[in-house]
């Protein structure tokens, strides 16, 4: 039995069956977007680690604004990606979900934070995908949320994970 955790249009994520003792099917949504389409497996003992800190990160109040004045989030997430004008260092501070495992890293996306507003930019990036989706080259979605709404997803995914691990909830 699958569990919905958010709204499919902004963030969400279903928590479906166990493949194995260590693997379980995750899907992600953002944007109306399905991230996990190219690999919706999970290692559950590292993705609930990674989702829980970044949980963790998201309820202190870390991210960083837009860093280009006048730039729309899309337009912001490409200068990002092509590097223009900016260090690696500098780049990173933007990611989301990159330490999440190969369930997500089919998708380059970002995260930026205006108080307790989010706004995240995706962009599938691999050959495979935009060859099935071609309408998806070169396009960067965008989806706005609040920080203690997606950060209760996260916090909600954990607890569920832990649960069917039978383990404590991590946080």
Same mark, same amino acid.
Request: aromatic share 12%; hydrophobic share 45%; charged share 20%.
């Given at each position: 039995?699958?569990?919905?955790?958010?709204?499919?249009?902004?963030?969400?994520?279903?928590?479906?069956?166990?493949?194995?003792?260590?693997?379980?099917?995750?899907?992600?949504?953002?944007?109306?977007?399905?991230?996990?389409?190219?690999?919706?497996?999970?290692?559950?003992?590292?993705?609930?680690?990674?989702?829980?800190?970044?949980?963790?990160?998201?309820?202190?109040?870390?991210?960083?604004?837009?860093?280009?004045?006048?730039?729309?989030?899309?337009?912001?997430?490409?200068?990002?990606?092509?590097?223009?004008?900016?260090?690696?260092?500098?780049?990173?501070?933007?990611?989301?979900?990159?330490?999440?495992?190969?369930?997500?890293?089919?998708? &380059? /996306?970002?995260? @930026?934070?205006?108080?307790?507003?989010?706004?995240?930019?995706?962009?599938?990036?691999? #050959? *495979?995908?935009? $060859?099935?989706?071609?309408?998806?080259?070169?396009?960067?979605?965008?989806?706005?949320? &609040? /920080?203690?709404? @997606?950060?209760?997803?996260?916090?909600?995914?954990?607890?569920?994970?832990?649960?069917? #691990? *039978?383990?404590? $909830?991590?946080?």
């Amino acid at each position: 039995m699958a569990v919905l955790l958010g709204d499919k249009h902004r963030f969400a994520v279903e928590v479906g069956d166990w493949v194995d003792p260590a693997l379980r099917r995750v899907d992600l949504w953002a944007a109306d977007q399905w991230l996990t389409c190219d690999d919706n497996l999970a290692y559950v003992k590292q993705f609930r680690r990674a989702v829980a800190g970044t949980a963790v990160w998201v309820r202190s109040g870390h991210g960083s604004p837009l860093p280009f004045a006048g730039l729309s989030p899309a337009a912001t997430h490409r200068r990002l990606s092509t590097g223009i004008g900016d260090c690696e260092e500098d780049y990173e501070q933007f990611w989301i979900f990159n330490r999440w495992g190969p369930t997500t890293d089919n998708v &380059q /996306a970002f995260l @930026f934070r205006d108080g307790d507003h989010l706004v995240i930019t995706l962009q599938f990036w691999r #050959e *495979g995908h935009l $060859v099935k989706h071609p309408e998806h080259a070169g396009m960067v979605f965008a989806v706005e949320i &609040q /920080a203690a709404q @997606f950060a209760g997803i996260l916090e909600d995914l954990v607890a569920v994970l832990a649960h069917g #691990e *039978g383990l404590p $909830v991590i946080m």
